[in-house]
Nanobody, 127 residues
Framework: QVQLVESGGGLVQAGGSLRLSCAAS????????MAWFRQASGKEREFVAA????????DYADSVKGRFTISRDNAKNTLSLQMNSLKPEDTAVYYC????????????????????WGQGTQVTVSS
């Protein structure tokens, strides 16, 4: 089993920044893809960003490109998401996820590629 615990959420004004972290424990593996998803109230969960184990492959949702940066530290089993220039539409619960295989082009934005999920951390951006 793998446990994922997110932290770093909170309330911030539009234009501000937050840094989310995800700590992985249990039967973790540095070879798996890690990702961030988010879910706003009343909406479906949506892809935010994904990163391969070596950080060679990175993908972002169009809505966050140029504002968010995903990174990972395999030695520490951590995943991060630096969020800058936040907008009210970024308000959501943010989830960390770990996949069960290596990067597959065109598939890493799909929730069903990820086997393990954290409990989520709330990010609220006020206007």
């Amino acid at each position: 089993q793998v446990q994922l615990v997110e932290s770093g959420g909170g309330l911030v004004q539009a234009g501000g920044s937050l840094r989310l972290s995800c700590a992985a424990s249990g039967r973790t593996s540095s070879t798996y893809v890690m990702a961030w998803f988010r879910q706003a109230s009343g909406k479906e969960r949506e892809f935010v960003a994904a990163i391969s184990w070596s950080s060679t492959f990175i993908d972002y949702a169009d809505s966050v490109k140029g504002r968010f940066t995903i990174s990972r530290d395999n030695a520490k089993n951590t995943l991060s998401l630096q969020m800058n220039s936040l907008k009210p539409e970024d308000t959501a619960v943010y989830y960390c996820a770990q996949g069960s295989r290596s990067w597959i082009v065109g598939r890493m934005a799909l929730p069903n590629e990820y086997q393990y999920w954290g409990q989520g951390t709330q990010v609220t951006v006020s206007s």
